[in-house]
């Protein structure tokens, strides 16, 4: 029978070195987190803001008289108002890590309503899915990744 062992020598030495190495990843990993809040907030902004016109037109809400042409289905919304793009803030929660994206509108819930569309079996109108944060968060979970893998291959 062959039989192998491994030891770590100075166990103590690297027991130091991989708590020295939490100790300072975590703020450097919070700060990944809300630059990449930022970047998913700005993109979900911009690709409402470069939204084709396709939709139909209508009566802007608070514009009065003024004209407004909707995004078309599949389409992140166009700017109308700007209400959508003004509620949409990042929620940092430093102790827990963690970092939310999201808008602060619930009521009526119309963010909702434009991410995923709305059922008309629930007594709204049909509005088809005009996605913006989803796409926007897919575009940068990649960023996300990397910097992380940066971020613990720099304390090793």
Not at 25 to 53: G, H, W
Not at 59 to 78: E, L
Not at 130 to 156: F, G, M
């Amino acid at each position: 029978m062959l039989n192998i062992t491994v030891k770590i020598k100075d166990h103590d030495k690297v027991q130091l070195k991989l708590d020295r190495m939490k100790k300072n990843l975590v703020p450097i990993l919070f700060q990944i987190l809300v630059d990449n809040a930022l970047k998913t907030r700005n993109t979900m902004i911009k690709s409402m803001e470069e939204s084709p016109p396709l939709g139909r037109t209508y009566r802007s809400r608070k514009k009065g008289k003024m004209w407004h042409i909707a995004s078309a289905p599949g389409y992140p919304p166009r700017v109308d108002t700007g209400d959508l793009i003004a509620s949409i803030i990042p929620d940092v929660r430093e102790g827990e890590l963690e970092v939310e994206v999201g808008s602060i509108i619930t009521s009526p819930p119309y963010p909702s309503y434009l991410e995923k569309g709305v059922d008309p079996l629930y007594g709204t109108q049909l509005i088809l899915p005009r996605p913006y944060a989803w796409p926007a968060l897919e575009a940068v979970v990649p960023e996300i990744k990397n910097d992380i893998t940066k971020a613990i291959v720099n304390l090793l």
